[in-house]
Structure formats: C-alpha cells, structure tokens
C-alpha cells in the first residue's frame, strides 16, 4: 500500500546569510519519518559526475540511531536572490523514498531586483527513520525530471 504525504515546508525562512536559520526548525513528519529541509549543506557536496549544476548525492546512515539517509543537492533555476528551494511533495513506502523539489519565489525577498539568473541553489534533505523502516530506494526530482535514483 502506498502511503503519500505532502510537505508544505512553510516559506517562512530566508536564505543563508540572513538572521534566520535556513532550515526548519521542526521536522515534518510522514508517515514514520521525519523530513528536514536545509537550504544550505552541512557537510561537502561530492558528486560522481563533476560540473553538472543540477545534481544530487545520496548519504545512507542505516546503521545511525535511528537511521537516516540524507540528500545534498543543488538545483539550477531562477536567482540567488529571489528564489530558494522548497521541498513541495515526499512519498514513503516500504520500497521506496521519493522527494520532490523546485525553486520558488522567496517571499522574504523586499529587494527591487534579482541577481545572478540561473545560480545553482544547494540543498540538503534529511530523512530520519524514526518508526518507519528504511525503504530500497530513494529518487530525487527536480520538478519533474528525475535527479537520483539509487538502492539505499
């Protein structure tokens, strides 16, 4: 049975740089797992294939308590400045993680003018497996192209 939840991960948060954390401070939860989006990485960004601008990594800690699986990204659409990442949809089931992302207009943004078209903006979506099991696979879309799709 396939479960599906929408995350609306509230555009309550300015990019990096600003006063305010570029994450939530809450997670969202679905269905077992909770889900934090973080507009910025913590840690290195190591992709296979060098020079792409819109890509993604899986990070696996099945061993972690409890266990997780992290994605660090970068999603090329819009401006630095006026647009930022928001994870828009996550679909769990036993099988399968799927996450959905895009780059929206960032209501905290007064200024009059957009810099820098088409930066790449990074990301990185945790998924903490609190009762929910680990799934098989985790695949990452930008919008509606598909980014990652890899065996956890």
């Known amino acids: 049975m396939r479960r599906r939840a929408l995350l609306a991960v509230a555009a309550t948060v300015p990019l990096a ?3 305010a954390a570029p994450w939530r401070d809450d997670p969202e939860n679905v269905d077992g797992a909770e ?3 973080r507009r910025e990485h ?3 960004f190591d992709s296979d294939e060098p020079g792409h601008s819109d890509d993604a990594v899986l990070l696996p800690a099945v061993d972690a308590d409890p266990p997780r699986v992290t994605v ?3 999603l090329l659409d819009g401006s630095r400045d006026c647009y930022r990442v928001d994870l828009i949809e996550a679909t769990l089931d036993a ?3 799927s996450c959905r992302l895009t780059t929206e207009d960032d209501p905290d943004w007064d200024e009059s003018g957009c810099s820098d078209i088409a930066e790449p903006h990074p990301y990185e979506v945790v998924v903490r497996f609190i009762e929910a099991p680990v799934p098989e696979t985790v695949d990452v879309r930008h ?3 598909t980014i990652l799709e890899e065996r956890v």
Request: include cysteine; charged fraction near 35%.
């Open 17 to 19: 740089g600003c006063p």
């Open 35 to 37: 889900v934090t989006l």
């Open 42 to 44: 913590t840690g290195t």
């Open 72 to 74: 660090r990204g970068r």
């Open 95 to 97: 099988d399968r993680l």
């Open 143 to 145: 919008g509606d192209e």
